[in-house]
């Protein structure tokens, strides 16, 4: 083995102690990257359904299910005349309204109510359908109704190679299309593929025709017949650690790439469960229950690296069965949780995640986020992380500045309740809850 001279080792030490400095300061800094939750915060939403000046108070971010049915029938070889579909749908209208409300709009593109065999040209049709569409809806276009398309929602009726055939060809038409326009995969797992999600391994190899990686995720204690749904931080479900090996996958086979949770949410009827039929053991959640976790969801994925999350679901009818009571407003009147996630997107919107304070599994999270503009300017946000009602006074290390207020998430309209604090010397004391805790405070 060839000898390594004392001054060479010194100097490789020096190296590696520089890189760690290095990573320590890029660690430290990485919140700047982080997005503000304005940019951060998006909501479901379905076409004619939607009425965007309801929602404005909850989002900028709107992701919408497009039918690619709608544009081309059931006829895949069809060349869409934008700006209407197929149906006679005016897109150039539809998200033109939503536009000029002030939101952003992700085209996730829905093609698995029609099976795969009635693809005459899967390759060729796929290729001219994202041609068409970026050139029209893209950000380089006139009208640039769109910043995203996700190709593909959840579709497990095709097998793996017949959704990588249509993926790497569509993708390559927007590319060619609108280089701007953001490309996202359709719900991927880091596991096989399922029903309700493609595997990574469809999309491996083709980094170079997408941008972001995208997943749905919900909190299920248990399937089939209750799907019955626990608390984000439930550390027994894989809620958050399927985001986790997501993010871990990202690293490790697609560097640089974004992932965004698309998906996720919580029932919250007030209607019992049906005598018979399939949701007959259906459990719900209760519409506090329903407010509080949506709201520690974002924060919880903020902390975690997630680029965006979407909250499903934006208005519903009541109904106690499965994503048939997720609506944030029922019969378009806010729930609790309109109200809660409101306040979330008003306290937060012009701050980005800084740093965990305090996360203790089962005890407490207190995270801090940063304004965007003024660094001084900085937000608390604690918790009870469970799922039990459960209510307590903890202590935390003060926050090095002046508090200026603090206030309980709100589950109705109007003014949030007003929390006291005791702070002695170096030590904050607080009644915390289930519903997070704000406090607002300057930096010195």
């Not at 000046?53 to 869409?80: F, M, Q, S």
């Not at 980094?207 to 995720?217: C, F, Q, R, V």
């Not at 307590?392 to 006291?420: C, D, N």
Request: glycine fraction near 8%; charged fraction near 20%; charge should be neutral.
């Amino acid at each position: 083995m060839k000898q390594v001279s004392f001054s060479t080792a010194r100097f490789l030490v020096l190296l590696l102690l520089l890189a760690a400095a290095f990573a320590r300061r890029a660690g430290a800094e990485g919140a700047a990257d982080a997005p503000l939750f304005r940019d951060f915060m998006g909501l479901n939403v379905h076409t004619v359904q939607f009425k965007p000046d309801l929602y404005k108070p909850v989002c900028r971010l709107l992701r919408n299910y497009h039918g690619l049915d709608w544009d081309i029938g059931n006829e895949t070889h069809y060349a869409p005349r934008f700006p209407f579909a197929r149906n006679m749908v005016n897109w150039e209208q539809l998200y033109g309204d939503w536009l000029r409300a002030g939101y952003a709009v992700n085209v996730c593109l829905i093609f698995d109510n029609f099976p795969a065999k009635e693809w005459r040209d899967p390759a060729r049709d796929a290729f001219a359908y994202g041609l068409t569409f970026a050139r029209f809806f893209g950000p380089s276009g006139t009208q640039r109704l769109a910043e995203a398309i996700e190709i593909g929602n959840e579709p497990g009726l095709y097998d793996d190679a017949a959704y990588r055939v249509i993926f790497e060809n569509m993708a390559r038409g927007v590319r060619q299309g609108d280089p701007k326009l953001k490309i996202a995969t359709c719900a991927l797992t880091t596991g096989k593929s399922h029903r309700y999600a493609k595997s990574v391994t469809c999309v491996q190899g083709l980094e170079s025709l997408y941008d972001i990686l995208n997943m749905h995720t919900y909190a299920m204690a248990e399937e089939y017949p209750t799907w019955r749904r626990s608390y984000p931080e439930d550390p027994n479900i894989p809620y958050l650690k399927d985001v986790r090996e997501m993010m871990a996958w990202r690293d490790a086979h697609a560097q640089g790439k974004a992932v965004w949770v698309t998906e996720f949410g919580w029932d919250a009827s007030t209607k019992p469960a049906p005598k018979t039929g399939d949701f007959a053991k259906w459990v719900g959640s209760t519409e506090t229950q329903q407010a509080q976790y949506l709201v520690r969801s974002f924060l919880v994925f903020a902390e975690m690296g997630v680029d965006r999350a979407y909250l499903f679901w934006f208005n519903d009818q009541d109904a106690p069965q499965l994503h048939g009571s997720s609506g944030i407003t029922r019969d378009y009147q806010p729930k609790p949780a309109f109200h809660a996630v409101a306040h979330l997107y008003r306290s937060l919107g012009d701050y980005r995640f800084a740093r965990a304070v305090a996360k203790k599994t089962g005890d407490l999270y207190a995270f801090e986020f940063a304004h965007g503009a003024d660094p001084k300017a900085r937000i608390w946000a604690v918790w009870s992380p469970t799922g039990t009602g459960r209510e307590a006074t903890v202590s935390l290390p003060a926050p090095p500045g002046t508090i200026q207020k603090a206030e309980r998430m709100p589950l109705r309209e109007g003014a949030a309740e007003t929390v006291a604090w005791q702070s002695s010397g170096s030590t904050l004391r607080l009644s915390v809850g289930e519903s997070p805790v704000y406090l607002w405070f300057r930096m010195p």
